[in-house]
C-alpha cells in the first residue's frame, strides 16, 4: 500500500504563488506515475498535472502554463508549483499516484489507485 499526505496549501491573493507538496511513504517502489487533481466550487474533480504517463494526455486549459508539477531525485514527494494564482484556482487538490496501465486502450496512462486527503487552496481579489 502507499500513503500520500499533501502539504502547503492556503490563503494567496489573487497573483501569488503557492508550492504544494505531496510525500508518498509505503510500497513507493511499486509507483511509477503520479499526478495533481483539484475540485473548485461548482465543477467536478479534473487533472491539474501529470509525471511518468507515456502517452499525452490533454493538457487542462486553467494551467495556462501557470503550473509545473516535479518531483524529488528520490521520487518520494511530488510537487506542484502554482504561479500566478487566480480565484477561480480555489479549491481542494489532491495528489495521486500508481502504476501504468500496461495492456489495452489505457495502456501508458497512469491507473490512480492511491490517493492523499486533499489540501485547500484559497485564492482571493
Known amino acids: 500500500q502507499v500513503q500520500l499526505v499533501e502539504s502547503g496549501g492556503g490563503s494567496v491573493q489573487a497573483g501569488g504563488s503557492l508550492r504544494l507538496s505531496c510525500v508518498a511513504s509505503?510500497?513507493?517502489?511499486?509507483?511509477?506515475?503520479k499526478g495533481w487533481f483539484r475540485q473548485v466550487p461548482g465543477k467536478a474533480r479534473e487533472v491539474v498535472a501529470g509525471?511518468?504517463?507515456?502517452?499525452?494526455?490533454t493538457n487542462a486549459d486553467f494551467v495556462q502554463g501557470r503550473f509545473a508539477a516535479s518531483q524529488d531525485s528520490g521520487n518520494k514527494i511530488l510537487y506542484l508549483q502554482m504561479n500566478n494564482l487566480k480565484p477561480e484556482d480555489t479549491g481542494m487538490y489532491y495528489c495521486a499516484a500508481g502504476k501504468r496501465h500496461t495492456l489495452g486502450i489505457a495502456a501508458g496512462l497512469c491507473d490512480y489507485k492511491f490517493w492523499g486527503q486533499g489540501i485547500q487552496v484559497t485564492v482571493s481579489s
Open positions: 509525471i511518468g504517463e507515456t502517452r499525452a494526455t
Open positions: 509505503g510500497y513507493i517502489d511499486d509507483i511509477n506515475c
